[in-house]
Protein backbone atom coordinates (compact mmCIF):
# COMPACT_ATOMS: atom_id res chain seq x y z
CA UNK A 1 0.00 0.00 0.00
CA UNK A 2 1.28 3.49 -0.57
CA UNK A 3 0.84 6.86 1.03
CA UNK A 4 1.45 10.44 0.56
CA UNK A 5 1.30 12.96 3.32
CA UNK A 6 1.43 16.31 2.70
CA UNK A 7 2.72 18.73 4.84
CA UNK A 8 3.77 22.48 4.91
CA UNK A 9 0.45 24.45 4.08
CA UNK A 10 -0.50 27.43 6.22
CA UNK A 11 -1.42 30.79 6.26
CA UNK A 12 0.60 33.33 4.87
CA UNK A 13 0.45 37.13 3.48
CA UNK A 14 0.38 38.14 -0.03
CA UNK A 15 3.93 37.71 -1.94
CA UNK A 16 5.31 35.69 0.55
CA UNK A 17 6.09 31.76 -0.18
CA UNK A 18 5.28 28.20 1.47
CA UNK A 19 6.84 25.17 0.47
CA UNK A 20 4.84 21.80 0.35
CA UNK A 21 6.36 18.38 1.06
CA UNK A 22 4.60 15.36 -0.40
CA UNK A 23 6.34 12.40 1.52
CA UNK A 24 5.97 8.88 -0.13
CA UNK A 25 6.18 5.26 1.89
CA UNK A 26 5.07 2.01 0.52
CA UNK A 27 7.41 1.40 -2.17
CA UNK A 28 9.91 2.77 -4.80
CA UNK A 29 8.94 5.89 -6.64
CA UNK A 30 11.66 6.05 -8.83
CA UNK A 31 9.43 6.16 -11.66
CA UNK A 32 6.26 7.82 -10.75
CA UNK A 33 4.69 10.41 -12.00
CA UNK A 34 3.66 13.28 -8.96
CA UNK A 35 1.35 15.77 -8.99
CA UNK A 36 0.07 18.66 -7.13
CA UNK A 37 -3.34 19.60 -7.62
CA UNK A 38 -5.19 22.52 -5.65
CA UNK A 39 -9.23 22.68 -4.93
CA UNK A 40 -10.30 26.22 -4.21
CA UNK A 41 -13.61 26.69 -2.84
CA UNK A 42 -16.09 26.89 -5.36
CA UNK A 43 -13.87 25.90 -7.89
CA UNK A 44 -12.69 22.39 -9.52
CA UNK A 45 -9.46 21.04 -8.82
CA UNK A 46 -6.68 21.65 -10.98
CA UNK A 47 -3.66 20.57 -11.81
CA UNK A 48 -0.73 23.16 -10.39
CA UNK A 49 2.10 21.44 -11.12
CA UNK A 50 3.41 17.65 -11.80
CA UNK A 51 6.66 15.81 -12.94
CA UNK A 52 8.25 12.28 -13.11
CA UNK A 53 9.74 11.45 -9.79
CA UNK A 54 13.24 11.57 -12.11
CA UNK A 55 12.79 15.14 -12.59
CA UNK A 56 12.13 15.40 -16.01
CA UNK A 57 8.76 16.00 -18.31
CA UNK A 58 7.94 18.78 -15.80
CA UNK A 59 5.11 20.58 -15.93
CA UNK A 60 3.74 23.87 -14.26
CA UNK A 61 0.15 25.48 -14.64
CA UNK A 62 0.11 28.85 -16.46
CA UNK A 63 -1.63 30.65 -13.50
CA UNK A 64 1.79 29.71 -11.33
CA UNK A 65 4.23 29.29 -14.05
CA UNK A 66 7.43 31.32 -12.68
CA UNK A 67 6.10 31.46 -9.37
CA UNK A 68 5.83 27.95 -8.40
CA UNK A 69 8.92 25.00 -8.42
CA UNK A 70 8.25 21.12 -8.34
CA UNK A 71 11.44 19.45 -7.25
CA UNK A 72 12.30 16.26 -5.35
CA UNK A 73 14.31 14.34 -2.71
CA UNK A 74 15.17 10.50 -4.03
CA UNK A 75 16.73 9.92 -0.88
CA UNK A 76 13.97 11.26 1.60
CA UNK A 77 11.54 10.04 -1.31
CA UNK A 78 9.99 13.40 -0.92
CA UNK A 79 8.12 15.91 -3.51
CA UNK A 80 8.42 19.50 -2.97
CA UNK A 81 6.08 22.44 -4.01
CA UNK A 82 8.35 25.69 -3.33
CA UNK A 83 5.32 28.70 -3.97
CA UNK A 84 6.72 32.03 -3.74
CA UNK A 85 5.19 35.22 -4.77
CA UNK A 86 1.97 34.44 -3.06
CA UNK A 87 -1.23 35.87 -4.18
CA UNK A 88 -4.49 35.59 -2.49
CA UNK A 89 -5.91 33.09 -5.43
CA UNK A 90 -3.52 30.89 -4.54
CA UNK A 91 -5.72 29.60 -1.49
CA UNK A 92 -6.74 26.84 -1.81
CA UNK A 93 -6.46 23.15 -0.41
CA UNK A 94 -3.34 21.45 -1.89
CA UNK A 95 -2.90 17.53 -2.64
CA UNK A 96 -0.40 15.42 -4.22
CA UNK A 97 -1.26 12.34 -6.55
CA UNK A 98 1.33 9.90 -7.67
CA UNK A 99 0.98 7.39 -10.95
CA UNK A 100 3.50 4.35 -11.55
CA UNK A 101 3.60 5.70 -15.48
CA UNK A 102 2.62 8.78 -16.71
CA UNK A 103 1.97 10.53 -20.10
CA UNK A 104 2.72 14.14 -20.17
CA UNK A 105 -0.39 14.72 -21.55
CA UNK A 106 -2.42 12.97 -19.26
CA UNK A 107 -0.89 15.26 -16.39
CA UNK A 108 -3.63 16.91 -15.89
CA UNK A 109 -6.43 14.23 -15.52
CA UNK A 110 -7.11 13.01 -11.75
CA UNK A 111 -8.55 10.22 -12.76
CA UNK A 112 -5.23 8.55 -13.76
CA UNK A 113 -4.06 8.88 -10.60
CA UNK A 114 -3.63 5.69 -8.27
CA UNK A 115 -2.95 7.39 -5.03
CA UNK A 116 -3.82 10.56 -2.53
CA UNK A 117 -2.52 12.49 -0.04
CA UNK A 118 -4.97 13.56 2.49
CA UNK A 119 -4.56 17.64 1.07
CA UNK A 120 -3.16 20.46 3.35
CA UNK A 121 -4.55 24.07 3.24
CA UNK A 122 -2.60 26.99 2.09
CA UNK A 123 -4.54 30.87 2.57
CA UNK A 124 -2.85 33.62 1.63
CA UNK A 125 -4.26 36.72 3.14
CA UNK A 126 -4.34 40.35 1.22
Known amino acids: QVQLVESGGGLVQAGGSLRLSCAAS????????VGWFRHAPGKERELVAASRWSGDNTYAADSVRGRFNISRDNAKNTVYLQMNSLKPEDTAVYYC???????????????????WGQGTQVTVSS
Open 26 to 33: GRAFSSYT
Open 97 to 115: AARGTLDYYDYGRMEKYDY
